[in-house]
């Protein structure tokens, strides 16, 4: 199978919306929430295609507060397509790009009962650091930040530090979309 994984552009925001709403698993939102991100955060949003179709999608945003952390803010993968380490080569992709802009660190939050986000994150080498976020509970085995964005909404906290590439991108610098 040839899957090549690229930056997505802000004109395959309906495209974008049916794929997410057609995954199972990631939460979908009205159209317009797809083409504001992908207009205004589309150089962190990064497709898989496969076989003319989307076939995986990993999109997130840098933080105001620390400009070298991007957040991720999904991952998913079109069920007809999971197994085949989709988004083992999307979080690569992106994890070789992300310090081209700047980026330092990823963070994302995983419910805990979503087990094959957590051993994704965990074989990719991101570190839960639910207990430096305040307090914890235990959930289906895992540390987990306690009512992290609800009551009784228990996420747990991941992160990963970026290798250092040939970057001219520094802390702050403009960012530059991605080849």
Avoid at 47 to 52: T, V
Avoid at 53 to 77: H, N, R, Y
Avoid at 127 to 143: F, H, Q, Y
Wanted: proline share 4%; hydrophobic share 35%.
């Amino acid at each position: 199978m040839n899957v090549t994984i690229r930056q997505a552009g802000e004109e395959e925001f309906l495209e974008i919306h049916r794929f997410i709403s057609g995954c199972g698993v990631l939460e979908s939102y009205a159209e317009h929430f797809f083409k504001i991100i992908l207009r205004y955060f589309g150089n962190t949003s990064f497709l898989a295609e496969a076989d003319g179709k989307i076939a995986g999608l990993m999109w997130g945003f840098g933080s105001q507060k620390d400009p070298e952390t991007f957040f991720l803010w999904q991952i998913g993968v079109d069920p007809a397509f999971r197994g085949e380490g989709i988004a083992h080569r999307i979080m690569e992709h992106a994890e070789e790009h992300l310090p081209r802009l700047g980026f330092r660190r990823i963070e994302v939050t995983v419910a805990p009962e979503n087990v094959p986000s957590r051993r994704l994150f965990e074989r990719r080498g991101y570190e839960n650091i639910s207990a430096r976020e305040g307090k914890t509970i235990e959930v289906d085995g895992a540390l987990a930040v306690e009512d992290y964005y609800r009551p009784d909404g228990h996420f747990m906290l991941f992160e990963k530090p970026l290798r250092k590439n040939n970057s001219t991108s520094r802390p702050g610098a403009e960012r530059r979309d991605i080849d």
